[in-house]
Structure formats: structure tokens, C-alpha cells
T-cell receptor, first 114, second 113 residues
Framework: DTEVTQTPKHLVMGMTNKKSLKCEQH?????MYWYKQKAKKPPELMFV???????INESVPSRFSPECPNSSLLNLHLHALQPEDSALYLC?????????????FGEGSRLTVL | QQQVKQSPQSLIVQKGGISIINCAYE??????FPWYQQFPGKGPALLIAIRPDVSEKKEGRFTISFNKSAKQFSLHIMDSQPGDSATYFCAASWDTNAGKSTFGDGTTLTVKP
């Protein structure tokens, strides 16, 4: 079983809704990531948090808003999404940002935007 | 510009055979090369990784071969099993201080019984 837990596993939302994806890890890792994955494509980096501070934002639209309340939790707040935002959203962690190559992924949240 | 090129896109192997997936990169600053395995409906899982100062790394039936001069690395799965059927992604970290990894496009492996 993965040590990175994501909720919910599935989410369906309308374009005017506000929802959040949640991620939790208890491995003591200090870097956490959000990735977006479309079908049959590799994961695409969205955000990187290092020691609870946002260190990388890969030019993600503002309708995606990340939050890191503490070293174990990572949220992704969603607002006014578009149908093309439908994808698998993956949370990952690594020991620290310097070990960014060794990523531990959660099982993902499958998002459908209607 | 894609920084890591992976081939083939799909691969069908008979049970007991050898599966080989190749990746090539351009950026010589890359210093960490992991392989991830992803089953349908699951997140990617780290399978095996190598650094450029090593030419080969073996873990069980999985081996990474690394050719620094050719800027290529490959995953070999010996005695392939139907349970190995999954999508495999190679990746490369171009700055271990940046927390970034770049992924290949993936290879869908099917092992026929």
C-alpha cells in the first residue's frame, strides 16, 4: 500500500463548483508535489512545496490553488475549472527537494469536470 | 522540447521473455535516472533508479543499463511475467536541488501468458 494517501479517489464537479483535493504523508518527507496526468501521458509537474513553502509553480492557472498546512498535508483547491482540466491528479513526496528524483506517489484523485 | 525520449510506445512479450525499454536524454546535467511502474488506476511507483557514475544496477528481475557517453539508459525485465503488465516511465532529474523530474512518454508493456 502507498504511504501517500489521497482523497477523494474520484471527484465530479461542475465548472462553477469549488472543491479540494487532499494529500497526506507520514514518512517525514519535507517536499511534496502535485502532478497532473492525462490518459496515456506522463505526469506533468504542477507545484512543489519544500519545507511547507511553495518553491515551484509550473505556470499553473490560478483556478488551481495549492496549500500546505503542515509538513504532512497538501491540499489543492479547485475553482471554476474547465472540462479540459479533467485528469488524474497525483500527489507525491520526497525526502527533501534535493531528492526530487525519488518520488513516492499516491494513487491519485480522478477528477471529472462537467 | 522533450528532454527524455522513450521507446517503444508499446511492447508485447511472451511470459518468460525479456522486456527492454529504452530512453535517451540530451541534458548532461541530469544526475538521477529512475524508472516508475504504473498499473491502471494507480499512481506511479518507483521501481529502480541509477546515477550516471554506475553503468548497471540490478534489483531482482529488473536491471538498468546506463551509457553515459551515448546519453542512453534502458530497463531490462528478465523472465517477464503477466503481473509485469503495466506502463513504465523513465525519468531524469536535471537539478537535484530543484525537486523537478522530467518523464519519458511511457511504454505500455503487455506480457502474454
Amino acid at each position: 500500500d502507498t504511504e501517500v494517501t489521497q482523497t477523494p479517489k474520484h471527484l465530479v464537479m461542475g465548472m462553477t463548483n469549488k472543491k479540494s483535493l487532499k494529500c497526506e504523508q507520514h514518512m517525514g518527507h519535507r517536499a511534496m508535489y502535485w502532478y497532473k496526468q492525462k490518459a496515456k501521458k506522463p505526469p506533468e509537474l504542477m507545484f512543489v512545496y519544500s519545507y511547507e513553502k511553495l518553491s515551484i509553480n509550473e505556470s499553473v492557472p490560478s483556478r488551481f490553488s495549492p496549500e500546505c498546512p503542515n509538513s504532512s498535508l497538501l491540499n489543492l483547491h479547485l475553482h471554476a475549472l474547465q472540462p479540459e482540466d479533467s485528469a488524474l491528479y497525483l500527489c507525491a513526496s520526497s525526502q527533501d527537494r534535493g531528492a526530487g528524483g525519488e518520488l513516492f506517489f499516491g494513487e491519485g484523485s480522478r477528477l471529472t469536470v462537467l | 522540447q522533450q528532454q527524455v525520449k522513450q521507446s517503444p510506445q508499446s511492447l508485447i512479450v511472451q511470459k518468460g521473455g525479456i522486456s527492454i525499454i529504452n530512453c535517451a536524454y540530451e541534458n548532461t546535467a541530469f544526475d538521477y535516472f529512475p524508472w516508475y511502474q504504473q498499473f491502471p488506476g494507480k499512481g506511479p511507483a518507483l521501481l529502480i533508479a541509477i546515477r550516471p557514475d554506475v553503468s548497471e544496477k540490478k534489483e531482482g528481475r529488473f536491471t538498468i543499463s546506463f551509457n553515459k557517453s551515448a546519453k542512453q539508459f534502458s530497463l531490462h525485465i528478465m523472465d517477464s511475467q503477466p503481473g509485469d503488465s503495466a506502463t513504465y516511465f523513465c525519468a531524469a532529474s536535471w537539478d537535484t536541488n530543484a525537486g523537478k523530474s522530467t518523464f519519458g512518454d511511457g511504454t505500455t508493456l503487455t506480457v502474454k501468458p
